[in-house]
Structures are given as C-alpha cells and as structure tokens.
Nanobody
Framework: QVQLVESGGASAQAGGSLRLSCVVS????????IGWFRQAPGKEREGVAT????????YYADSVKGLFTMSQGKAENVVYLQMNSLKPEDTAMYYC????????????????????WGQGAQVTVSS
C-alpha cells in the first residue's frame, strides 16, 4: 500500500507562485511514476506532470510547460510541484498520484494508470 498526502495549497494573486508538496509513504519501492493532476469545478481531471522515479525524468502538459516544475526531494519520498506565473485558470484542486504499473514508453501518464491518490490541495488564483 502507498499513501500520499498533499500540502501547500493556498490562495495566490495572478502572476504569483506556489509550491505544492506530496509526501509518499508505505511501499514506496514499488512506485514507478508519480503524477500531479488538477480538477476545476465542472471540468474533467487534467494531468499536469509525471515524474519517473527511477531516473527523475519529467513530462508536462502543454498548458503548464515552462511554468510548472515537478521534482523529487532529496529524501525521495517527497515530490514537489513548483507553480510560477499563476493564472486564474490554474484554480483547481490539485492531486498527487502514484503508480506501480510498468509501462513500455515514457510520457505524461493518464489518470487511469495510477492506483494511489492523495486527498488533494486547493489552489485558488485571483486576478
């Protein structure tokens, strides 16, 4: 079993920055990749970024490329999502997810490939 707990959700002004954290615990050795997702009210869940735990390679949605950065902490049981140049459309509940699935190719992974999810952290960006 794997547990994920997000933190760092807050309100921010447009153009500002926030950093989300996700602490991963349990059978962490089995995790192949970790992702960040977001879901705004009335919208579908959107994949934001994926990091592959073995080599730390990251992939991003086009909507956040160059603005958001996903990274692994030195402790390796924490992942971060640094969000810069925030826009009101970034307002959403942000979720951290982990997968033990072995995949054949790298890239931004869809939600149905993750088997563990956190409870979410709210990010609100005002103009």
């Amino acid at each position: 079993q794997v547990q994920l707990v997000e933190s760092g959700g807050a309100s921010a002004q447009a153009g500002g920055s926030l950093r989300l954290s996700c602490v991963v615990s349990g059978d962490t050795y089995s995790i192949k990749f970790i992702g960040w997702f977001r879901q705004a009210p009335g919208k579908e869940r959107e994949g934001v970024a994926t990091i592959y735990t073995a080599r730390g390679r990251t992939y991003y949605a086009d909507s956040v490329k160059g603005l958001f950065t996903m990274s692994q902490g030195k402790a390796e049981n924490v992942v971060y999502l640094q969000m810069n140049s925030l826009k009101p459309e970034d307002t959403a509940m942000y979720y951290c997810a982990a997968s033990t699935r072995t995949v054949l190719y790298a890239g931004l992974r869809p939600a149905n490939e993750y088997n563990y999810w956190g409870q979410g952290a709210q990010v609100t960006v005002s103009s």
